[in-house]
């Protein structure tokens, strides 16, 4: 079988490495891959485009597509390759453009949860044409205030203010400054909830579901969760605070209403479905849907699964879910993330990464790098995650610092202080 997996990072690092322990005979293809990805599949350095997607598609038999980024789906990755002939019989997971919505408009995800009653935080959706009942808005609220941007912006459009002014100036950045771009042409003032976060996620094959390992991710930038928003400096898996009582209410509350509206709406979706949750006095809320895995949770999630991953796909699929039993690892997983001196904001790239070889206790996914004159160098914020395990959390934790004691490259940057609410 001739897998094309879309993205590059660490994300899609653990796919090739989990479809690698696959029993079938598999070619794996990769576009624009980073420096690890490149050594065990055909590559293809290009611009990222439907057209040339198709070329790749057609040229290398392919057969099943993986898609990790957001982005394709929300551009309609799925509904370019089933609405060609030439493309039509691969097999793609991921949803459907429409299906995408969830993730790629926060207001719409805010209407499908209202049209299902699933919990959330209470929310108006505003754009320049509403700014002064926007600004009107934002002043009968009490603080914390909430704003994001509608559309997809990394992990960043999310901005959290403890001052009036500083929220108003915040709006006019992202209504009338177009902060975001096209991503703030609609923002969301969202009521702020105090609890804990965690992820869930999900496999859909359009009728069945299975819920994958819960993790916790870790987003700022600063220790104690402090600081700009990142794409997420940490996670862990499992997660101590969810007990059986909290799963079942994630359960009926969120997960079955969630499936129920994809169905009853006719809405294509064969894929993961990543639910960020926020538990508020042993009640789940929804804070946000992604509409594939999660970076960094996917480091922490997959590796606890022991059953061949491409058997799995083939079963969301084949909307055969309901005959598969995960075998999932009990061990504690930690990833701690190392990144690039400036990041999230600007930061400079192609420093020499030293001491790869050297590490041998953790697993390491590479994210932001690749190969030049023969050397593994840094090429983008988030660089690498290092991974760890243990029946022990504490222990599978001081695994991960002690491996990355043995890397080196200029400006890296970590948190110290990956689970310390745990």
Not at 51 to 77: A, R, S, T
Not at 125 to 132: A, I, P, Q, W
Not at 387 to 411: C, E, M, R, W
Request: glycine share 8%.
């Amino acid at each position: 079988m001739n897998i094309l997996v879309i993205g590059s990072g660490a994300r899609e690092h653990v796919f090739f490495n989990q479809l690698l322990k696959s029993n079938a005979q598999i070619s794996l293809f990769s576009i624009n891959p980073n420096a690890a990805i490149s050594k065990f599949t055909k590559s293809y350095y290009i611009e990222f485009n439907f057209y040339n997607l198709k070329k790749i598609l057609v040229n290398e038999l392919i057969n099943l597509v993986l898609v990790g980024p957001e982005i394709p789906l929300i551009d309609g990755v799925y509904d370019f390759i089933k609405s060609d002939p030439d493309t039509h019989d691969i097999i793609v997971i991921g949803p459907s453009k429409r299906g995408s919505m969830l993730e790629g408009s926060k207001d719409f995800a805010k209407g499908f949860m209202s049209r299902y009653n699933i919990p959330t935080a209470r929310s108006k959706s505003f754009t320049k044409d509403t700014y002064d009942k926007a600004i009107d808005y934002l002043k009968t609220q009490s603080p914390p205030f909430v704003l994001k941007a509608d559309g997809p912006a990394a992990g960043k459009g999310v901005v959290i203010s403890h001052n009036l002014n500083n929220a108003l100036a915040v709006l006019k950045k992202m209504l009338i400054d177009n902060s975001f771009g096209k991503s703030s042409e609609k923002v969301v003032i969202e009521e702020f909830l105090t609890g804990i976060e965690m992820s869930c996620f999900v496999l859909f094959d359009g009728k069945n579901y299975k819920t994958l390992p819960y993790a916790k991710d870790y987003k700022r930038i600063g220790e104690g969760d402090v600081g700009l928003n990142t794409g997420g400096m940490g996670s862990v898996s499992p997660v101590s605070f969810i007990d059986i009582e909290l799963k079942k209410k994630i359960d009926t509350q969120i997960i079955r209403p969630t499936i129920k509206g994809l169905i009853e709406e006719k809405i294509d979706y064969k894929g993961f479905i990543f639910i960020g949750l926020i538990n508020v006095n042993g009640d789940p809320f929804v804070i946000e849907y992604n509409v594939r895995m999660g970076d960094p949770e996917t480091q922490v999630v997959l590796p606890r699964i022991k059953n061949d991953f491409l058997e799995i796909l083939l079963a969301i699929e084949n909307q055969d879910l309901d005959n598969l039993d995960l075998d999932v690892d009990n061990n504690h997983f930690v990833n701690v993330v190392l990144a690039s001196e400036g990041y999230p904001d600007s930061y400079t790239k192609g420093f020499e990464i030293n001491g790869l070889e050297r590490v041998h206790d953790s697993i390491i996914y590479h994210a932001g790098t690749t190969l030049k004159d023969n050397k593994v160098v840094t090429n983008g914020g988030r660089v690498i995650s290092v991974v760890s395990s243990s029946d022990d959390f504490k222990k599978a934790l001081l695994s991960s610092y002690n491996s990355i004691k043995k890397i080196g490259f200029k400006g890296k940057k970590y948190r110290r202080d990956i689970g310390f609410d745990l």
